[in-house]
């Protein structure tokens, strides 16, 4: 078991390098080109937790097509994203926000730690073999789950025609406008 | 890996998405980190699916990662329609639905 744990190590700096880059790099872009690092890392500590199709669909779905979107809009919008934090360099609002996002961890350890719930401290319950496997979540998806699979894929329609209808162009918007 | 450690590792991630979103001023990067407290929560629904041996919380975590496209698509198109106005984008400045 001590390759797991060599390799949770690794993943986990990776995973939070990755998040901190996200939130402290200036650029948006260099924020962007991070998140992509730290879900590749993430997608390593779903595989330890035995969850391969997820861990696939991350690197695809998310590393691949969503952080390529964000990439073009970045690109797109450029210099005009403020690189800054609010009020300032040692604003009031950035240290409130630090100090709140630590007592938020703070309360949410303590919540898990303290919920008596004795599976914790183990490695899990004993898995059938398939878990995890696109084999096994075909079939929850289509049997026990098809109501928020459909519910799911018309989200999904309902998000591309509103995009459609919020970047388009319009007469009127770029000139004049408020 | 004992299963404990993966929840507090989600909570420590979700608690710097949460601190990125306070204090930071681009909503571009307000919405990366959004993703990263998404992300968060599916690390800790994929532990917890581990724990108990079952697959439901694989397909609440693929739920969520469809809510989080969404949330994407819907973000990036606003952000380009604040850019064609013309208007700053900057979370500061778009304050007049502030009550």
Redesign the interface.
């Given at each position: 078991m001590l390759f797991e744990q060599i390799l949770f190590f690794v993943a986990a700096i990776g995973v939070l390098a990755g998040a901190l880059g996200v939130v402290l790099l200036r650029n948006p872009f260099y924020s962007v080109l991070s998140l992509i690092g730290h879900l590749v890392s993430l997608a390593i500590l779903f595989l330890l937790l035995r969850s391969e199709f997820l861990a696939a669909a991350q690197i695809v779905v998310y590393a691949g097509a969503i952080m390529v979107l964000y990439l073009f809009v970045t690109a797109y919008v450029g210099g005009a994203a403020p690189t800054s934090w609010r009020g300032g360099e040692a604003g009031a609002v950035g240290q409130l926000g630090v100090i709140m996002a630590g007592a938020l961890f703070v309360v949410i350890s303590l919540a898990v730690l303290g919920s008596s719930l004795d599976a914790l401290d183990t490695r899990g319950a004993e898995l059938e073999p398939g878990f995890g496997s696109p084999g096994e979540i075909g079939q929850l998806l289509l049997k026990k789950f098809l109501i928020p699979f459909e519910a799911a894929s018309f989200l999904l329609l309902v998000a591309a025609v509103c995009a459609v209808v919020l970047a388009r162009r319009r007469r009127g918007l770029e000139e004049g406008g408020v | 890996?004992?299963?404990?450690?993966?929840?507090?590792?989600s909570?420590?991630?979700?608690?710097?998405?949460?601190?990125?979103v306070?204090?930071?001023?681009?909503?571009?990067?307000i919405?990366?980190?959004t993703?990263?407290m998404l992300?968060a929560c599916?690390?800790a629904l994929?532990?917890f699916?581990?724990?108990?041996?079952s697959?439901?919380g694989?397909?609440f975590?693929?739920?969520v990662?469809?809510?989080?496209?969404?949330e994407?698509?819907?973000g990036?198109?606003?952000?380009?329609?604040i850019?064609?106005?013309?208007?700053?984008?900057?979370?500061?400045k778009l304050s007049e639905l502030r009550g």
């Open positions: - | 890996m004992d299963v404990v450690w993966f929840v507090v590792l909570a420590l991630i979700f608690a710097i998405g949460a601190a990125g306070m204090t930071r001023r681009s909503p571009l990067v919405l990366l980190c993703e990263l992300n599916n690390l994929l532990a699916a581990r724990m108990h041996g697959g439901d694989q397909i975590a693929l739920i990662m469809v809510v989080a496209a969404c994407v698509v819907i990036l198109g606003l952000i380009v329609a850019y064609r106005k013309r208007m700053a984008i900057d979370v500061d």
